[in-house]
């Protein structure tokens, strides 16, 4: 080792901008940051080559006289702390006054700002770190930021940069993160002069989901609403009927501020158990909001992540809060949504600026469809689907139930919604009760495999549990004293074996937990079979045991059991609306 001498500040700010400068995205990230700290209502990132080329930030906000402007490129130099004590607490994006330099110091920056509308401004170029010139410039309160050659003077990093593509890919991500969040301030993002996002400021977070990423994603989302302890958990996942295996989005939020934490996406996905297919993956945008001592979020400034202090329960309140998400009608699918205001509500004040505001807990709870559901939920509050319910359901291919209520037409599918009363019943019945066995006068004998047989003695507690109850009998017999009685034209021999069968095959994978994949079984052999004719009396009753489950607009194996036409819809159609 030679003799230590202090690095030449050309040097040094190469290496700290590192920290902050990675690629185009950060420098917008970083830029498009400093916008909204000076109070922008509308910022333009302009991109060339993705940002290789050149990266352009504008905003509308205060502006720099020019003195600030000509300090505000050197390191540590902010206008946002003074001292220590001032970085608790601290209310914007930036505080180091570490951006502007680093990013000057590994390419060539341009400063253009003005602080008043009246045309008055200055220009600062610095390239590789050195002042190149100060100069007056005429232009309206503002700044714009211009970042041209990134990395020029360090080769190593510019032979990082991915395609052009991938680097503006980046950049959308790292602006629609911000996007999601301020909703008081609208954004635009331009590469090679193609617009690739544009969003107004708007009051609600589906109006900015709109937006972003299209009116179908924002109207296959359901709010969603929770509490644990000093925790909420706040946000819109997608209806279960309408998640995919691709293209899903999670964004997730903990105070205000983005971060990537892929436990709560499983968390997330987790509330979803059984009301989705095995492989989709729903959308999910959840704010969670905790005391600060609860959460670390600044383990790394550049890296989204945060630690929490009880990780069980943040990703427990987060599973939960999605599980009863789902548990509306509003929920259920719906067969062509209604008119974006009917779903978002009006529009609400923009809620105050501020990275600290999160602007989702100022939300109301989103009125949605909530008419379908309030008027089932309604009628259930009186005593069920009675005498002064919707009009009379009926049956239709056999195996539908259709009603009509103020808001639309519901059609429920009998099985699938059979199936659901039944496979919660069996998760009660499993769990402690037991089920009212009805013991036969002439027993069942069957026949079974050696799989089935075997399958019936290592399910015989759960067998009994939901009312069948027998006893081997010699050979590959068994004998079936007591049986249960899920609805009057149960064929308890059949579903018997057929119960036995799919689960001696592993039928219905999928299911990790013993008794929710005994409890699917039984449910979907148990029901209420499609084609299978029903009297008004019994529809009346299915749909009532229906509205009473937990998780009523889904049954067992990632389908809904409830699908809603909107009369706004029908009279779209029909040219009344
Ligand atoms: P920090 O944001 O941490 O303070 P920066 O290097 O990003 O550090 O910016 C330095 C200072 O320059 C800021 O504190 C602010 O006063 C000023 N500044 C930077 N960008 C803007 C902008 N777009 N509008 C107004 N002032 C700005
Ligand atoms: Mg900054």
Known sequence: MGRIVILPPSVADQIAAGEVVERPASVVKELVENALDAGAREITVELQAGGAGLIRVTDDGVGMDDEDA????????????????DLIGVGTYGFRGEALAAIAAVAQLELETAPAPGGEGTRVRVSGGELQEIEPVA?????TVTVRRLF????????FLRSPRSETRAVLEAVTLLALTRLDVAFRVMNDGRRLLEVPRVASVGERVAGLFGRRLAQELIPVEGSAGGLSVRGFVQRPADARPTGRKAYFFVNGRPFRDPFLVRAAEAGYRATI???CRPTVLLALALPGDQVDVNVHPQKLEVRFRDRFLVERAVEEAVRS???PLDAAAVLKPPSDAGRWGAPQPAPSAGPASTPWSALPRQPGTGGLAEDLFGERARGGLGSTGPAEPVQVFGTYIVYESSEGLTFVDQHSAHERVLYERAMQQLSGEGAAAQHLLLPITLDLEP????????HADLLRAVGF???????RSVIIHAVPNPHPRFDAKRCFEELVADLARGRFGGWTNRLERFAATYACRAAIKAGQPLAVSEMRELLAQLMACELAPHDVHGRPTIVQLPRDELERRFGRA
């Open 325 to 327: 998400a789902l548990h």
């Open 152 to 159: 020029f003077n360090v080769p190593a990093r510019r032979k």
């Open 469 to 475: 109850e027998g006893e081997p009998f010699g050979g």
């Open 277 to 279: 297919a095995p492989g």
């Open 139 to 143: 232009r309206t309160r503002g700044t």
């Open 70 to 85: 000509r300090l505000a490129v050197h390191r540590h130099a902010t206008s946002k702390i003074r001292r220590a004590a």
């Open 451 to 458: 799989a089935e047989l075997e399958v019936v003695e290592r």
